[in-house]
């Protein structure tokens, strides 16, 4: 296994900027923590999942931590590097609303083919729902992942052919008052 | 939450936007930082050694000194620095704790010094990683026992202790000789009964000086009266002490089963047998047999020597390897014991009449004693012979040292693993409590967070700033993203309205409102009963 050896060592500063959306500053804080946790420079799944279940104790984030994985993970080469971060990291910080909802929409695309099916929506709520765990009130159903998928699909599906399109998606959401004021929500975390 | 891992808080609370177009409800509002500083380098200057260190990474632990503002109080406004006027050498490992969020014990640091360093800094010695805390309970430990012993002998030299019953006085004195002059005489007495007694013994058996008919008479039966007395005396003496020890013993039962009451109790019983009995023909050689019981007596000296007593102890901890020693040996023995017969078989007049008197040849070869008494005759049994004394050199020499060494290490080993295991339960339940310190912080929080959205909360700043003052910014942010999830997963159930004597979160009677979800790090855990989290009731 190479894994433990595995070095890398990002791009330059000057280039990281030109490329995402933060500042120098910015950038220094990011790569400290990062590296703070992952000295040898890259996130493999297993590390990611590790790291990610700390905030969430109560329940099982596992698949949820795949999915986002898959999302960080551009390139698709197993592990994210510092470079992967700060891309991802941009666009969900600093990118226009309309970045921000084509990188959800490919969160939810598992298998990267520009629909979101029923399945895969009902993938990626059951892992949302896993995070919460079992100790809720009231209890959450057994099909609250299902009913959930159904509203999402009511909701976002226009011509009802069964999957929801990036165009869709971005139509759909646009409408939605609550999801467009949301989705200012973390802009200001770095 | 580890420390490094508050450093990916930004990545989880961003990556919260993928649940933003399943959500059906609307986020709550994100806790804002007031005055947002840039992260600036602090200075400690630590008894004239600067430290330098970000800002953030002190704060990473607001219940101690560094991270809270509690070092406001050494802030030296002329040279911009925090002074502190302690051990340089001991900063470094704390600063090293906030660093890398492990605490390391260095070797060559005074135990009670390093002690008072962490409670100065306002850290808990728990908190110390798995790689130096080993080491730290022991030297911990070793310091306790001496300050025990230090004001054990104080005490001693004042007099008098805090009254104990009688019963407890003795028992006291028979288990520890040193607590008085009476227990130490008492101590000595004994042993040296003991030792007559056993000497006694022995000596009964010589024999000394003749008697008219050229018999040989053993001293035992010369002066039998004198012997009698001596005996006499050595079991009025042992019973005492054992009715005395019975007497003051805090549990009978338990003393009764104990070996050492068991050895008395076998020493002390073939006099009393004895008396009972009258001198039948028949049941005096039972009586003799008896006698070899008061070899006995020998073990109570184990009260007396530590080193006996480990050595029971080991002897019972290393039984299965003294048991393959004894199975190997004799696995040996049967198999050399057949070979010889049958060699020797054929020879006129040998000894080796048969396989188990063969064991005896055997057994003396093997240790290489080589008394003499049965010797092979044919040259078969004399190869045989030869075999037999070179392997047991081997198989005797070969598991002795494997043994010797098995002693001290399961006698070392058995006391480690039963320390670690109460330490670490005794750890774990100490840093439980420590954490669900910050567990009911963000229950705090969310109760206070609650009641500002039943207020329709419109992003006042007077709120949010009641709320996170007991909470630090990163457990409020981190609160937040907790918060979002929830909102992305609760039902589209609307909650029934409250109906009056009943608790509106739990539908359950005031009275019967639980008091602890411990598993639970949502806001969905279980409110102080009486109150209703709604604040409707």
Known sequence: ME????????????????????????????????KNECPSGVVNEETFKEIYSQFFP?????TYAHFLFNAFDTDHNGSVSFEDFVMGLSILLRGTVQEKLNWAFNLYDINKDGYITKEEMLDIMKAIYDMMGKCTYPVLKEDAPRQHVETF?????????????????????????????????????? | ??????????????????????ANCPMPLAPTEKNKRQDELIILNVSGRRFQTWRTTLERYPDTLLGSTEKEFFFNEDTKEYFFDR??????????????????????????????????YGILPEIIGDCCYEEYKD????????????????????????????????????????????????????GFFIAVSVITNVVETVPCGTVPGNKELPCGERYAVAFFCLDTACVMIFTVEYLLRLFAAPSRYRFIRSVMSIIDVVAIMPYYIGLVMTNNEDVSGAFVTLRVFRVFRIFKFSRHSQGLRILGYTLKSCASELGFLLFSLTMAIIIFATVM?????????????????SFWYTIVTMTTLGYGDMVPKTIAGKIFGSICSLSGVLVIALPVPVIVSNFSRIYHQ???????????????????????????????????????????????????????????????QHHHLLHCLEKTTVSTNTIPPPRPGLCAWHGLPMDKVPTECSEVALGQAHPVPGVCQRGWF
Request: proline residues 3%.
């Open chain 1, 3 to 34: 894994m433990a050896t595995v070095r890398h060592r990002p791009e330059a500063l000057e280039l990281l900027e030109a490329q995402s959306k933060f500042t120098k500053k910015e950038l220094q804080i990011l790569y400290r923590g990062f």
């Open chain 1, 58 to 62: 109560q329940g099982d984030s596992t």
């Open chain 1, 153 to 190: 699909f009511q909701k976002m599906d226009k011509n009802k052919d069964g999957v929801v399109t990036i165009d869709e998606f971005i139509e759909s959401c646009q409408k939605d008052e609550n999801i467009m004021r949301s989705m200012q929500l973390f802009e200001n975390v770095i």
């Open chain 2, 1 to 22: 939450m580890a420390a490094g891992v508050a450093a990916w808080l930004p990545f989880a609370r961003a990556a919260a936007i993928g649940w933003m177009p399943v």
């Open chain 2, 87 to 120: 051990d340089p050498e001991v900063f470094r490992c704390i600063l090293n704790f906030y660093r890398t969020g492990k605490l390391h014990y260095p070797r060559y640091e005074c135990i009670s010094a390093y002690d008072e360093e962490l409670a100065f």
């Open chain 2, 139 to 190: 030297r911990k430990r070793e310091n306790a026992e001496r300050l025990m012993d230090d004001n054990d002998s104080e005490n001693n030299q004042e007099g008098s202790m805090p009254s104990l019953s009688f019963r407890q006085t003795m028992w006291r004195a028979f288990e520890n000789p040193h607590t008085s002059t009476l227990a130490l005489v008492f101590y000595y007495v004994t």
């Open chain 2, 341 to 357: 017969f049958y060699a020797e078989k054929g020879s006129s007049a040998s000894k080796f009449t048969s396989i188990p008197a």
């Open chain 2, 414 to 476: 058995n006391q480690r693993a039963d320390k670690r295991r109460a330490q670490k339960k005794a750890r774990l339940a100490r840093i439980r409590v420590a954490k669900t310190g910050s567990s009911n912080a963000y229950l705090h929080s969310k109760r206070n967070g609650l009641l500002n959205e039943a207020l329709e909360l419109t992003g006042s700043t007077e709120e949010e700033q009641h709320m996170t003052k007991g909470t630090s910014l990163i457990e409020s």
